[in-house]
């Protein structure tokens, strides 16, 4: 495997499911992100890891949980979620922004397809 | 602050040129441009870094005008595989070396 991957690629679930969307990115990159991206609206960022410390938490309702256990992988566990959760997650992986800086590249997953009816 | 992008939506024939406008209302570090192709990840197209700096990647390429805080993509003499939404990434001097994506424009090139 190369870049970015995420699992699953579709998942379809009830408001009151739990589930966890998978991140792994092998690259050897020491950040990763996870983003919502809804129909005509910009890439929303939502959480920020740093070699596993999250710095960033974009006001994300408690639903969504991240879990960062090595700079590898990242999880997105989802609990009892609304219809308007629908949308494409997208994980993506950096070197490090705090050493980086503005030359930081971000390299996408193909996304994660949620749909809660 | 999240950039502007113009226009939103843009369809072609094929062999036709378009621009694509990026603008900040904050001083920019760094311009970032990615396109997406419907169903599939993002892809990282180019980074600018200095003001007039102009980048390339096939027949696309990229300018950044430090002082009207704005980068412009080119895709010159359009081919099908060209089609996809194009969003632009800016690194601001007062974002803390945060990403912050455009809108997003899609692109459209028929036959």
């Known amino acids: 495997e190369t870049g970015v991957t995420q699992t699953p690629r579709h998942l379809v679930m009830g408001m009151t499911n739990k589930k966890s969307l998978k991140c792994e990115q092998h690259l050897g990159h020491n950040a990763m992100y996870w983003y919502k991206q809804s129909a005509k609206k910009p890439l929303e960022l939502m959480f920020v890891y740093s070699l596993e410390e999250r710095v960033e938490n974009n006001s994300v309702p408690s639903r969504f949980s991240p879990e960062c256990p090595n700079s590898s992988h990242l999880f997105l566990h989802l609990h009892t979620l609304q219809p308007e959760d629908s949308a494409l997650y997208l994980c993506?992986?950096?070197?490090?922004?705090?050493?980086?800086?503005?030359?930081?590249?971000?390299?996408f997953g193909p996304g994660t397809r949620l749909t809660v009816l | 602050q999240q950039p502007v992008q113009s226009p939103q939506a843009v369809i072609l024939r094929e062999g036709e040129d378009a621009v694509i406008n990026c603008s900040s209302s904050k001083a920019l570090y760094s311009v970032h441009w990615y396109r997406q192709k419907h169903g599939e990840a993002p892809v990282f197209l180019m980074i600018?870094?200095?003001?007039?700096e102009q980048k390339g990647h096939e027949k696309i390429s990229a300018s950044f005008n430090e002082k009207k805080q704005q980068s412009s993509l080119y895709l010159t003499a359009s081919q099908l595989s060209y089609s996809g939404t194009y969003f632009c990434?800016?690194?601001?001097?007062?974002?803390?070396?945060?990403?912050?994506f455009g809108q997003g424009t899609r692109l459209t090139i028929n036959p």
């Open positions: 600018l870094l200095k003001g007039g």
């Open positions: 993506a992986s950096s070197q490090d922004p705090r050493v980086a800086g503005p030359t930081d590249t971000q390299y």
């Open positions: 990434g800016t690194v601001t001097f007062q974002g803390a070396q945060k990403l912050v």
